[in-house]
């Protein structure tokens, strides 16, 4: 009897042969990936990293307290019901949900971040294009910025908060599975330019300098950290250098007052050179020991966004050159357990998580202060933990509760 062409046997010993070790292979894989799943969950259940989480609550604390003491006048003589106590308040609350979301989140299997990258960035990308929309009711100027969406003062956020997280997890996801092909250009360098153009263009029409700089940054880091050819990365700094050399030279327009106010505030103390003269007052005025904790004079309404962008510089009056170092110290310490997790991370993705995360908080660092202190020309950029700003300080905790995820999984060490 001839055999039907559609008969679903193998017409031969080699081809059923060929079938069952195909089979065979699928149902290893699978077998694979099934205890690697159930290894991860098991994983998942183990300790975070004591040290880091500590850090973290320290930092969120010393950071309340000195919100309470650099707001009080502004929220005192600026808030409708006089109300001293107005954004420590507030604070206090995003502070309490942002270290429980920071738990939530460190509980969460890490693996689980990868489904929530792709549409992270594009929720980014929208809120982003929402923001600078002509016309949208629920765009927030401030300081001649379109950079925040919200309802009056009852809810307001950043979509650049979003778009920095959005960036470290869907960089890290695509970058930890592409390995060797980092080093081409097709797949290690042309999609990453390409968001990081659309994210950039669209900051700097709210405009907001600060934050675009973060986002090239820690996605410039993670293709760093990702393999791809040095060459590339000598060129960037390269055209990073020019960039530079053109905007102090006056050839780039955007932003000369803040340049030539940086370079010497003092020749406009009370115009454009007020806010910068006005915080190397406040830190020449703490000495080496501080005037004390609540004692500052600048922030009775002489320096602006005292309990904000510049709130270092109170932190500088009133605990002067010693206790400012020790917060910076605390935020080193912070920065170096960050990267140590990052070294003893299980898998590829969880060690470009951490170093994202990482990276984007200690770069945010280190431009707050050199700005405060007129080591780079002004602009806004907010100071981790300290500054006042509920969803912000949220969704950094939330971030740190990623690197708490991360953590669960770290291969086994002889010492911490």
Known sequence: MAKRRDDPWPATKEEAQARREQRQRQQEFRKHQQEKRQESRELARGPIDLPFCLLVLLLTAIGLVMLLSASFPSAYYETKNNDPTYYFVRQGVFAALGVAAMFFVGKINYQRFRGAAKGLMILAVFLLILVIFPGNPFAITRNNATRWLGVGDLFTFQPSEVAKLAVVLYFSDTISRKKDRMRTFRYGIAPYLAWMGVIAVLMLKEPHLSGTILILGVGAVLMLVGGINWGWVLAALGAAAGGAALLLSGV???GQSRIEMWQNPFIDPLGDGY????????IGSGGLLGVGL???RQKFLYLPEEHNDFIFAIVCEELGFLGASVIMLLFAALVL???????H???????LL???VTTLMAMQVFLNIAVVTGFLPTTGISLP???YGGTALTIQLAEMGIVLSVSRQMKPTKAG
């Open 345 to 351: 991370a299980r898998d590829r993705f969880g060690s």
């Open 275 to 282: 806010q910068l003269s006005q915080s190397l007052i406040s």
């Open 252 to 254: 780039i327009d955007y």
């Open 354 to 356: 951490v170093v994202g």
């Open 337 to 343: 357990r960050g990267y140590w997790i990052a070294l």
């Open 294 to 296: 609540g004692k500052s």
């Open 385 to 387: 933990f300290f500054s």
